[in-house]
């Protein structure tokens, strides 16, 4: 069975910092793209970052030079590191793998904002 457990999410202010962990289990992770995705309310899930098995990487314009994505295939983890964080990040992030024709999902994270 395929599990995909996030965890790290939470409040913050703006200008603050959150790292996004997801443990994988159930696939071979090192040959799986991992991704995290955000959906805010009233928005469709939007592809935040991604990182190969090679670790080449990818990350939309908004997260360029503020995130990180990395993965530690020992571990069967991958992490989005978050920095300043602003209150239009403020959505459930989502942890993703996918290998041709299979795709998993985790159950989410909130992470919020605020002030």
Request: net charge positive; with cysteine.
């Amino acid at each position: 069975q395929v599990q995909l457990v996030e965890s790290g999410g939470g409040l913050v202010q703006p200008g603050g910092s959150l790292r996004l962990s997801c443990a994988a289990s159930g696939i071979m992770f090192s040959i799986y793209i991992m991704g995290w995705y955000r959906q805010a309310p009233g928005k469709q899930r939007e592809l935040v970052a991604d990182i190969a098995s090679g670790g080449n990487t990818w990350y939309t314009d908004s997260a360029k030079g503020r995130f990180t994505i990395s993965r530690d295939n020992a571990k069967n983890t991958v992490y989005l590191q978050m920095n300043s964080l602003n209150v239009e990040d403020t959505a459930v992030y989502y942890c993703n793998s996918r290998f041709r024709h299979m795709n998993y999902w985790g159950q989410g994270t909130q992470v919020t904002v605020s002030s």
